[in-house]
């Protein structure tokens, strides 16, 4: 699984993302150290609170369905550009993976990498 790959698999939940509020949609996908892909998108609420993120929807499908090893999240979204993961999704992968690699998408379509710890050090851990 390339990184250019692992993007477009994220562009495909994007398609899924339920954002009438925001208009801002946003797709992940979650690779597994088997191999195993799991997606996700945004899903806002009217009570904005409630909204989950593209980042956690994939972590917390993984999870559940007994997956806890990961290497890699592609993240994309309809604003363009690199989409940074916020800070209570880097809080999440934090828990399960602080060796996640972080793939975005710049201006030129290219993907760059992210090394979680780099971005998010001295997370909160009990
Ligand atoms: N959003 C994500 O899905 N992931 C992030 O890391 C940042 C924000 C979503 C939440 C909301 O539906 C929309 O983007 C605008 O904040």
Same mark, same amino acid.
């Given at each position: 699984?390339?990184?250019? @790959?692992?993007?477009?698999? +994220?562009?495909? &939940?994007?398609?899924? &993302?339920? +954002? ?7 797709? !992940? !996908?979650?690779? *597994? ?6 997606t ?5 609420? !009217?009570s904005?609170? +409630?909204?989950? *993120? %593209?980042?956690?929807? %994939? /972590? ?7 997956? =806890?090893?990961?290497? %890699? /999240? %592609? /993240? ?9 993961? *916020?800070? /209570?999704? =880097? ?5 399960? !993976?602080?060796?996640? =690699? ?10 760059? @990498?992210?090394?979680?710890?780099d ?8």
């Amino acid at each position: 699984m390339t990184d250019k @790959e692992l993007l477009e698999i +994220a562009d495909k &939940a994007m398609e899924n &993302a339920y +954002a009438p509020y925001s208009k801002f949609k946003v797709g !992940a !996908a979650l690779l *597994c150290s088997d191999g195993t892909v799991f997606t996700g998108c945004n899903i806002e609420n !009217a009570s904005f609170g +409630a909204t989950n *993120c %593209a980042e956690r929807t %994939a /972590i917390f499908k993984a999870v559940s369905e007994g997956y =806890r090893d990961f290497e %890699a /999240i %592609a /993240i994309v979204s309809s604003g363009g550009g690199e989409t940074y993961p *916020c800070g /209570i999704c =880097r809080q999440v992968m934090g828990e399960f !993976a602080p060796k996640l =690699r972080i793939i975005l998408r710049n201006e030129n379509g290219e993907p760059t @990498e992210y090394n979680f710890m780099d971005i998010m050090p001295k997370f909160f851990s009990l």
